[in-house]
């Protein structure tokens, strides 16, 4: 009705409006979309950056990341999630040295996808299992992510000193067959690990919220990214590795996602419920 004043937002019902305009912005002006990104953990991230980049309101925050594409690079790290470690779970490693890769060593050749790889330390992780059953040299490992600075990060495959003893206890709890520290030299505090294991290795943005299926994939790993997409983006990925997934290809996610109400949950088998490890149905 003309005329009629809407009665004032309260803080919160403001801050998700701006987050939402903001979002919009940042699709329509980058390209990413992150529209779909569950919002609990939007907003905490969103405050972050505007408290790094000294704005007062998600208005003003949108503002700078428009009008500063040095700006908005920077800020990215917030906006996608950086939390990752070497053979994290060391289950769902194990179940993958046991369970998956005695299948794909029938193949003469094999793809993985590492949808979503951060800093490295899965495809990293990966390589080391792959190079220890006998299939890295046979394998090409797809590691994608839309972070530029986190694929630069995973491709330099170096980590910080510190962070050796906690990954080198998952690497023999996940069944390693040897010493971490026999794949990475130190040095300037920190861990540089063995070119040759990345050889195969192919670094690549790749967006699930815009992108298409790039390859006929045996095995994607996708794990720990879901929980901060919504349903609908949810769906999007899966249907993306189910069909980039060859026939009874392998899908796993991480410990606190599932298949299960999702729009795709027929389409494959459970083979491990404990470690999210999942097989496409024929």
Same mark, same amino acid.
């Given at each position: 009705m003309p005329g009629v004043v809407r009665a004032a937002m309260n803080p919160a019902e403001l801050f998700d409006l701006e987050l939402g305009l903001l979002l919009e912005a940042i699709y329509r002006r980058y390209h990413y979309d992150?529209? %779909?990104y569950a919002v609990s953990s939007l907003r905490r991230r969103v405050r972050q950056a505007m408290d790094r980049f000294h704005c007062s309101s998600v208005a003003a925050l949108q503002h700078r990341l428009l009008h500063e594409p040095a700006t908005f690079a920077q800020?990215?790290?917030?906006?996608?999630?950086?939390?990752?470690?070497?053979?994290?779970?060391? =289950?769902y490693f194990r179940t993958l040295r046991e369970? *998956? $890769?005695?299948? $794909?060593?029938?193949?003469?050749?094999?793809?993985?996808?590492?949808? =979503?790889?951060?800093?490295?330390?899965? *495809?990293w992780s990966l390589?080391?299992? $792959?190079? @220890? @059953?006998? $299939?890295l040299e046979r394998t090409i490992l797809y590691a994608t992510d839309i972070n530029p600075d986190a694929l630069a990060s995973a491709e330099n495959g170096a980590f910080a000193l510190d962070r050796m003893a906690q990954f080198s206890a998952s690497y023999l709890a996940a069944g390693g067959r040897a010493s971490l520290s026999d794949y990475y030299t130190t040095a300037y505090n920190g861990a540089l690990f063995d070119r040759r294991l990345k050889r195969n290795v *192919?670094?690549? %943005?790749?967006?699930?919220?815009? %992108?298409?299926?790039?390859?006929?994939v045996h095995l994607v790993s996708c794990r720990n990214v879901l929980i901060y997409f919504r349903r609908a983006l949810q769906d999007r990925a899966i249907g993306l590795f189910h069909d980039a997934l060859v026939h009874r290809g392998f899908l796993g996610l991480g410990s606190k996602e599932s298949l299960q109400f999702g729009a795709h949950a027929d389409r494959f088998e459970v083979c491990s419920r404990e470690h999210r490890l999942y097989r496409k149905v024929a």
């Open positions: 992150f529209r %779909d800020a990215m790290q917030y906006f996608t999630v950086q939390v990752s470690e070497m053979f994290r779970d060391p =289950g369970q *998956v $890769l005695p299948v $794909l060593q029938t193949y003469p050749s094999c793809k993985v996808w590492v949808a =979503g790889c951060s800093t490295g330390e899965e *495809v390589a080391i299992l $792959l190079h @220890e @059953e006998g $299939l *192919v670094f690549a %943005d790749h967006s699930l919220a815009t %992108d298409a299926v790039f390859s006929e």
